[in-house]
């Protein structure tokens, strides 16, 4: 196998497998190649080495392909569930012993509480055929997975007749005996139907081993998000409140609106579906026969038996992507009023689909295929003129440069008539999200009217949570789009810029920290010399000469030959690098990320923390090195001297400017080249710059005990709100509107 056939294999990037064999962790052990070849034994060794835990370095990167065992999503139901500690201790049951089940088993079980809560809906007598069969099909969907695998579907499956054609009556009652022979606690619970409650959604999941879902790309919606977006749709609007142009007849409800969840898995959304709407309008496909099962058997248990035929037509196994909708719901017309849900994120498509998709969308244009992207793409497409969409989507959707092609075909044809920050909201993924509900009229964005609520806190904060309506329309660019701040907030923001702001684009070198490749190689902690510990942690670096031997009443006197010290985000706040407790080797050929030594060395830069929602910056003068918590800048705009540049990044309007623009747990430089930064005379710099030499010499001399305590110790310092007031002023702004940056700042932080 070649290099790039490995970094397939391991769902690596070419350059992380680069940089992996330059430090030894993989090494080609086929030597008749002038490339480096690796033979197939070596490398599903090393997946066997991941899998079983042997090797961490793919566990520890979140490598999707490698992650397995079972999980409780404990957040997918109400908190308040009949069905929630009951799973929760069948799911503890099976992590404590270990039991891995099989698709079979997994299909047996869904079954069997199936059965139950059909039993307690509606009582014995509704077990007719119709029902019988939904059991069936559930019982029975494994055989479609494992003969059709879902993961490369690209047709339309029909599981009425693949049950019909495989299955046998006896083996489900044989899987069932075996499994009460084995397991007898799996089968021994009792469950009841709560309405809106995807009792067997959260069974399945919670069963199913957590690779899997991953690599689908199936993050499981919980229901009080789903519930948040589909109220915030109003789908007993009428058609003239979707689109004032429309022409069609005025219609007083819901109930002859259409509705499309094209990924619908498990049937969530469709079940929190407003009472009057008509089940006959309710439509999901899903590519995942199993989940079209539960989907079925969930709308089957809110409708009633009698609308099994229908919800089997309208609820379909099949590909959105691939397939044609009107061969998919067998309608030539099929345009659905209204389009929601979770579609994929970062799912893996085989190579033949990313040929297709490539071909098919354009949003498909980028090194990779992004589900979501091409999902709202394939929706738009389907959706009706003044039809809405919901969709749950990945914050990164919005301002990443990689969907710049999504943001560019939204505001093409779409307004955005409710955005709502939610933060991380699923479980044990750190990914911040959004419901993204876009009115599909054909002409470009109009940003007046649009609702943007943040409901990133708990549940119970929601009531309080900070929402408002934008009240003009205002400038939008595929770029990013920011929506951050209210019609006050970005006024403050267009006066910013101004035609004489300056910016660090192309007025700058960026480099960041370094990546060993390997800590324990080249990192050591500080080590305590045997006179005590008489450095507080925090003293100023300046202060001392840490390689001075002559110096043993400290703790950096036996630092061994060869280290120096290294910086990390942590050791550095606002005009301020405390002492560090980190030491490296510094070799450059050895790591696997490094900037040019003289960066490093330069007799000024800035160092700023990589990982933090605010703007922290801190002046270097001794050339130290550091690591990619803490990455460097050396700004090179003519006439403006780096303190001033520094104050500027440190002040309270550049962060305001950074929070309502970007709102990032990570400080890229591409947000840095974009603030913009005021022009000011060589006497009012000097002013500042006596300004900034004063704090940081007063730190030095009285230096803070904790990072937290920095920030807060700074801001309320005379000299610090002298400099403030004057950044400030430099970018022209009034005092009511100096007020409003300035407490918005204090109290986010």
């Known amino acids: 196998m070649t290099l790039k056939e490995l970094c397939n294999e391991l769902s690596i990037s070419e350059a992380t497998g680069k940089n992996w064999l330059r430090l030894g962790k993989i090494k080609a052990d086929l030597s008749d190649s002038i490339e480096p070849s690796f033979s197939k034994e070596y490398v599903a060794s090393i997946k066997n080495d991941i899998a079983s835990g042997r090797i961490q370095a793919l566990n520890s990167r979140r490598n999707k392909k490698f992650v397995s065992g079972s999980f409780f999503y404990n957040s997918y139901v109400p908190k308040d569930c009949d069905c929630l500690p009951k799973i929760r201790d069948l799911s503890d049951y099976l992590t404590s012993n270990e039991i891995i089940l099989s698709g079979a088993d997994i299909c047996c079980i869904l079954a069997y509480y199936a059965v139950q809560l059909f039993h307690d809906a509606f009582g014995e007598e509704v077990f007719d055929e119709y029902v019988e069969e939904l059991i069936d099909e559930l019982a029975f969907s494994y055989k479609i997975s494992d003969t059709l695998p879902y993961k490369k579907s690209d047709s339309t499956f029909d599981t009425d007749k693949t049950i019909n054609d495989t299955s046998e009556p006896s083996s489900y009652k044989g899987i069932l005996k075996n499994l009460k022979d084995r397991h007898p606690y799996l089968v021994s619970l009792s469950f009841k139907y709560e309405p809106g409650v995807d009792t067997l959604g959260l069974l399945y999941m919670s069963l199913r081993d957590i690779g899997s879902r991953k690599n689908a790309g199936s993050y499981y919606t919980p229901t009080d998000i789903v519930r948040k977006s589909i109220d915030n749709l109003h789908i007993e609007s009428c058609y003239e409140d979707n689109d004032p142009n429309n022409d069609v007849p005025f219609k007083d409800a819901s109930k002859d609106l259409t509705i499309l969840d094209p990924c619908c898995g498990s049937g969530n959304f469709l079940i929190q579906l407003p009472d009057d709407i008509e089940c006959q309008n309710i439509y999901g496909c899903d590519i995942d026969p199993i989940c079209v099962c539960i989907a079925r058997i969930g709308l089957a248990l809110r409708y009633g038996a009698a609308y099994i035929p229908v919800i089997k037509k309208n609820i379909r196994c099949g590909n959105f992507l691939s397939d044609k909708t009107c061969d998919l719901f067998e309608d030539e017309s099929f345009a659905p009023d209204y389009i929601i849900g979770n579609p994929p994120w970062g799912y893996d498509f085989g190579e033949s689909e990313n040929k297709l998709y490539k071909k098919t969308y354009k949003t498909a244009c980028g090194k990779s295929v992004e589900s979501f992207a091409i999902f709202t793409e394939k929706a738009l497409l389907t959706l009706k003129k003044g039809g809405k969409l919901s969709f749950v989507l990945p914050e990164a959707a919005l301002t990443v440069k990689i969907h710049k092609a999504l943001r560019k075909l939204i505001i093409s044809c779409c307004n955005i008539t409710y955005l709502a920050y939610l933060g991380n909201v699923f479980s044990n993924v750190a990914c911040p999200c959004v419901i993204l509900q876009l009115l599909k009229t054909g002409d470009s964005i109009n940003t007046k009217g649009m609702i943007v609520e943040?409901?990133?806190?708990?549940?119970?904060?929601?009531?309080?949570?900070?929402?408002?309506?934008?009240?003009?329309?205002?400038?939008?660019?595929?770029?990013?789009?920011?929506?951050?701040?209210?019609?006050?907030?970005?006024?403050?923001?267009?006066?910013?810029?101004?035609?004489?702001?300056?910016?660090?684009?192309?007025?700058?070198?960026?480099?960041?920290?370094?990546?060993?490749?390997?800590?324990?190689?080249?990192?050591?902690?500080?080590?305590?010399?045997?006179?005590?510990?008489?450095?507080?942690?925090?003293?100023?670096?300046?202060?001392?000469?840490?390689?001075?031997?002559?110096?043993?009443?400290?703790?950096?006197?036996?630092?061994?030959?060869?280290?120096?010290?290294?910086?990390?985000?942590?050791?550095?706040?606002?005009?301020?690098?405390?002492?560090?407790?980190?030491?490296?080797?510094?070799?450059?050929?050895?790591?696997?990320?490094?900037?040019?030594?003289?960066?490093?060395?330069?007799?000024?830069?800035?160092?700023?923390?990589?990982?933090?929602?605010?703007?922290?910056?801190?002046?270097?003068?001794?050339?130290?090195?550091?690591?990619?918590?803490?990455?460097?800048?050396?700004?090179?705009l003519p006439g403006l001297d780096i303190k001033y540049i520094l104050a500027v990044l440190n002040s309270s309007p550049a962060g305001f400017y950074y929070k309502k623009s970007f709102n990032s747990v990570k400080v890229l430089r591409s947000h840095l080249e974009q603030i913009p930064i005021p022009v000011v005379s060589k006497d009012e710099q000097a002013k500042i710059i006596e300004l900034v030499d004063r704090i940081m010499d007063s730190q030095m001399h009285d230096p803070p005990i904790s990072c937290a305590d920095a920030h807060f110790d700074i801001t309320n310092m005379s000299e610090y709100e002298e400099l403030d007031r004057l950044i400030a002023s430099a970018y022209g702004l009034s005092s009511s509107q100096y007020g409003c940056i300035h407490g918005k700042i204090m109290y986010e932080s």
């Open 454 to 636: 943040d409901l990133s806190g708990s549940k119970a904060s929601w009531e309080c949570s900070s929402s408002f309506a934008i009240n003009s329309n205002r400038k939008v660019s595929a770029d990013s789009l920011s929506f951050y701040c209210n019609d006050e907030e970005y006024s403050i923001l267009e006066a910013m810029h101004s035609p004489d702001r300056v910016y660090l684009k192309d007025n700058a070198i960026f480099a960041l920290g370094i990546v060993t490749g390997g800590n324990e190689r080249f990192i050591i902690d500080r080590i305590d010399g045997a006179r005590g510990n008489s450095i507080g942690r925090r003293t100023p670096l300046s202060s001392y000469d840490i390689n001075d031997s002559n110096n043993i009443d400290h703790k950096y006197a036996n630092i061994p030959d060869g280290y120096e010290v290294v910086l990390k985000g942590s050791d550095i706040s606002r005009y301020h690098i405390s002492v560090p407790d980190r030491f490296i080797k510094f070799d450059p050929q050895s790591f696997q990320q490094v900037a040019d030594e003289d960066v490093y060395r330069q007799p000024e830069k800035l160092v700023y923390r990589f990982i933090n929602r605010d703007l922290i910056f801190a002046y270097d003068k001794e050339g130290m090195v550091s690591l990619n918590s803490c990455n460097i800048l050396i700004p090179k």
